[in-house]
């Protein structure tokens, strides 16, 4: 079953270039005739096929990614932790919701879920309702590793991750899986992400860094992992483009806003 996994955002927290630096990489970032590459906007993923779409995370950016990809309309979002530049976008779903003869699923671990009715209050409360929020119904997935969404044929499994001190949800879908925000991978995850494809990581900057992995550490996870091919996500202005996918190996590479990867997303035999 052939899928396309088009890259919407692919840069930090702050998105590149950061507000206020004047750092080589941020002024290309900003410059019109600078590395379109080098422009981050906050991580998200859309995941297509057969008609259907799926986003992993709506960030302060959504807005302007769903019009560049000329996202339509929307099946479901999965979110992978309730930080600012994974969450702050959910509103931006309101247009899209409404066309949606049932509401449109939302799903997220408990934490999160939390997070996000925090945040919307006016969305989700019982009493009092905001009458054109968002048609949107949140459902919470399980703790356990490899628990599963089921998507018009596709299988979105949740794989713990470690982000500092708490644990977020990573997912695998068919031959693909997208890790961002991770510091470390748990052992119990490990059996969901063997005979990978494709691989999608978080690799923030070159430092070493208490929330997530940077360029070294994700290199030996894809070493671990042994994916036919890895992409790197949620950069920081501290990687150039160019410069930085000179240094890596042919079957890793820095992902870019805008950048498109073709996949199987066919369930395997993980999903038990
Ligand atoms: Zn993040
Ligand atoms: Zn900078
Ligand atoms: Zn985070």
Not at 6 to 18: A, D, I
Not at 20 to 28: E, K, M, R, S, T
Not at 252 to 270: E, K, N, S, T
Request: charged fraction near 20%; charge should be negative.
């Amino acid at each position: 079953m052939d899928a396309t996994l088009t890259f919407l955002g692919t840069g930090t927290s702050m998105g590149v270039p950061t507000l206020g630096c004047d750092c080589a990489v941020c002024a290309d970032a900003a410059s019109p005739t600078g590395d379109p590459r080098n422009r981050r906007t906050r991580p998200s993923v859309l995941i297509s096929w057969e008609g259907h779409h799926v986003v992993i995370d709506t960030g302060p950016d959504f807005h302007a990614q769903a019009i560049r990809a000329g996202i339509r309309r929307l099946d479901a979002v999965l979110y992978t932790h309730g930080h600012a530049d994974h969450v702050l976008g959910m509103d931006d779903l309101r247009p899209l919701s409404f066309h949606n003869p049932d509401s449109l699923p939302l799903y997220a671990d408990e934490a999160t879920a939390g997070t996000i009715e925090r945040i919307f209050d006016y969305t989700f409360r019982k009493h009092d309702r905001y009458a054109t929020s968002a048609r949107v119904r949140l459902h919470r997935l399980s703790s356990e590793p490899g628990a599963a969404v089921d998507l018009f044929g596709a299988r979105f499994l949740r794989v713990p991750i470690t982000h500092g001190r708490h644990t977020i949800s990573g997912y695998r879908f068919g031959s693909a899986a997208y890790l961002t925000d991770l510091s470390a991978i748990p052992a119990d995850s490990l059996p969901l992400l063997t005979g990978l494809d494709v691989l999608v990581l978080d690799a923030l900057r070159h430092e070493p860094h208490p929330t997530h992995s940077n360029l070294a550490n994700s290199i030996a996870l894809v070493e671990q992992l042994k994916p036919r091919r890895a992409f790197f996500t949620h950069m920081s202005h501290d990687l150039d483009h160019e410069t930085t996918n000179a240094t890596l190996p042919p079957h890793i590479r820095l992902a870019y806003d805008g950048l498109q990867v073709h996949f199987d997303i066919a369930p395997d035999d993980h999903a038990a």
